[in-house]
């Protein structure tokens, strides 16, 4: 069973800077493609920036040149780099593991494509 569990949500204010990980059980960061997604209160779990096992990356384009994300095989860490925070990015974040493209229906950033999911941390920013 892997555990994915989420560290780093704060309140903050705008223009402000965080960094969230999410710890893994095994080595799971070495060998699954992983994700962050948020959810906004009353609103759908989207995606944020997500990683393959060669590194390559994507975001969301409202997030992109705002935020970074990364990963630390050695100690089974992804992390989300966040700056230049915005009150629009409020929402509780989720880090994924497991992705599947079904067949190419999938884009990495798809909630349906990912298997497991941690608990989430609470990011707050305000005006």
């Known amino acids: 069973q892997v555990q994915l569990v989420e560290s780093g949500g704060d309140s903050v204010q705008s223009g402000g800077s965080l960094r969230l990980s999410c710890t893994a059980s095994a080595d799971t960061v070495n060998r699954y493609s992983m994700a962050w997604f948020r959810q906004a209160s009353e609103k759908e779990r989207g995606g944020v920036a997500a990683?393959?096992?060669?590194?390559?990356?994507s975001y969301a384009d409202s997030v992109k040149g705002r935020f970074t994300i990364s990963k630390a095989n050695a100690v089974n860490t992804l992390y989300l780099q966040m700056n230049n925070l915005k009150p629009e990015d409020t929402a509780i974040y989720f880090c994924?593991?497991?992705?599947?493209?079904?067949?190419?229906?999938?884009?990495?950033?798809?909630?349906?494509?990912?298997?497991?999911w941690g608990q989430g941390t609470q990011v707050t920013v305000s005006s």
């Open positions: 994924a593991a497991n992705f599947r493209s079904g067949s190419g229906r999938y884009s990495r950033l798809a909630r349906d494509a990912y298997e497991w």
């Open positions: 990683i393959a096992k060669d590194g390559r990356t």
